[in-house]
């Protein structure tokens, strides 16, 4: 049942702490011109791009001068609304920006700044109260790995991530071994749809059927344009969150085109 709906692929670039704002423009506009070449089909794959904060701006007024079909979103979300907290950005200020999707416990918020799993569920409500689509990230470190196996902390996490969200919402997970990310080492497609498959059930479980049926769930962790199509193949992972490839536009685009030269 889960898998007989038809979820559009989504292919997310991370693009972590690079490119300026001056950048960003003459990326998301090669981006585009490369995809209006391709022919590419939105409502086939959906692309999104996730600046940092400070290209923001720029990036909604190209996309939306141009009516570009390219997503965009922010990587972290603070899980207040307003007030004294310096240096930190409320979902209505992204809500406002039109971001359709905002990054939520990405491992290097988790690891770098001691990110809980009350935090991640926190910013997780402040998000979808702006009506941004979540993208929650949970994957196991290598010890993890080691000692509780694959799914166990992935599926732990996200069931803290969505305590008590309604079950009609928007949501994205993404499914990041933190071993895989930036390591060159990605998963299995095979270990990539073992995961996938326990955190559809705890969708299930936890927001019933339909929503755990039109939810994506994306791979990221050294994903690249020779590793993409067997991710793609699986049938519980909907796309990728790509960090590293997402910075060059000739890899990326590849990634986004996976289905040309896989034939899928
Ligand atoms: P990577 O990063 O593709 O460079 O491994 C993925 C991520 O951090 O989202």
């Known amino acids: 049942?889960?898998?007989?709906?038809?979820?559009?692929?989504?292919?997310?670039?991370?693009?972590?702490?690079?490119?300026?704002?001056?950048?960003?423009?003459?990326?998301?506009?090669?981006?585009?011109?490369?995809?209006?070449?391709?022919?590419?089909?939105?409502?086939?794959?959906?692309?999104?791009?996730?600046?940092?904060?400070?290209?923001?701006?720029?990036?909604?007024?190209?996309?939306?001068?141009?009516?570009?079909?390219?997503?965009?979103?922010?990587?972290?979300?603070?899980?207040?609304?307003?007030?004294?907290?310096?240096?930190?950005?409320?979902?209505?200020?992204?809500?406002?920006?039109?971001?359709?999707?905002?990054?939520?416990?990405?491992?290097?918020?988790?690891?770098?700044?001691?990110?809980?799993?009350?935090?991640?569920?926190?910013?997780?409500?402040?998000?979808?109260?702006?009506n941004l689509a979540p993208i929650i990230c949970v994957g196991e470190t290598a010890e993890d790995l080691e000692k509780h196996g694959q799914s166990a902390v992935p599926v732990a996490q996200l069931k803290a991530a969505i305590e008590g969200i309604s079950s009609t919402v928007d949501i994205v997970v993404a499914y990041e071994p933190v071993w895989a990310i930036g390591s060159g080492q990605a998963a299995t497609p095979e270990q990539a749809e073992q995961v996938a498959a326990a955190l559809r059930a705890v969708l299930v479980e936890t927001l019933g059927e339909d929503v755990a049926a039109k939810t994506r769930i994306l791979y990221g962790g050294s994903v690249k344009a020779s590793n993409i199509a067997g991710f793609m193949r699986e049938p519980n992972v909907d796309g990728a969150l790509v960090g590293g490839a997402s910075l060059d536009l000739t890899e990326f685009s590849s990634i986004v085109r996976y289905q040309k030269h896989v034939g899928l």
Request: proline letters at 3%; charged letters at 20%.
């Open 1 to 130: 049942m889960t898998n007989s709906v038809r979820r559009t692929p989504l292919i997310a670039g991370n693009w972590k702490m690079n490119l300026d704002h001056l950048q960003a423009i003459a990326f998301v506009q090669k981006l585009a011109w490369g995809l209006a070449d391709a022919k590419h089909d939105a409502s086939s794959v959906e692309v999104a791009v996730f600046p940092p904060f400070t290209d923001l701006r720029s990036v909604q007024t190209l996309i939306s001068a141009d009516k570009l079909p390219i997503a965009f979103g922010a990587q972290d979300v603070s899980e207040h609304e307003s007030g004294a907290y310096t240096g930190e950005i409320s979902g209505a200020f992204l809500a406002g920006l039109d971001c359709r999707y905002v990054i939520i416990g990405h491992s290097e918020r988790r690891t770098l700044h001691a990110e809980s799993d009350e935090q991640v569920a926190a910013k997780v409500k402040a998000a979808l109260k702006h």
